[in-house]
């Protein structure tokens, strides 16, 4: 019986996956590398269309507001668990934004 658990044993390959024990796993670094890339992508074009629409939000009265949504999108976009954080912490952030901008708008209309 010990013989054909031995047998078997050496009929069926291993998965390309499953590395044996003190080796090194090339295929989970791969995948760690490609995961990081991934992200950094995401938040590279992010990035890059967080300046440009401050570029073409100069003018805009909700400047402040309009990157700081995005930016609490993102970040329960990346972070899931985030959505067991209380809803108050983004409205904050948005309600802060909201008031800069109103603050910037009211201080620019006096200058006029």
Excluded: C, Q
């Excluded at 998965?15 to 760690?32: C, K, N, Q």
């Excluded at 490609?34 to 590279?44: D, G, K, N, R, S």
């Amino acid at each position: 019986m010990n013989n054909t658990e031995t047998h078997a044993a050496t009929l069926d390959p291993a998965p390309l996956s499953w590395t044996a024990p003190g080796t090194g796993d090339s295929f989970a670094i791969y995948g760690l590398i490609t995961l990081l890339l991934i992200v950094f992508l995401v938040i590279y074009l992010y990035a890059v269309f967080d300046r440009y629409a401050e570029g073409k939000g100069e003018a805009s009265p909700l400047r402040t507001t309009v990157p700081t949504m995005l930016s609490v999108g993102l970040a329960y976009d990346l972070l899931p668990p985030l959505e067991g954080v209380n809803f108050l912490l983004p409205l904050s952030l948005i309600a802060a934004a909201l008031t800069r901008d109103i603050v910037l708008w009211t201080t620019e209309s006096r200058g006029r």
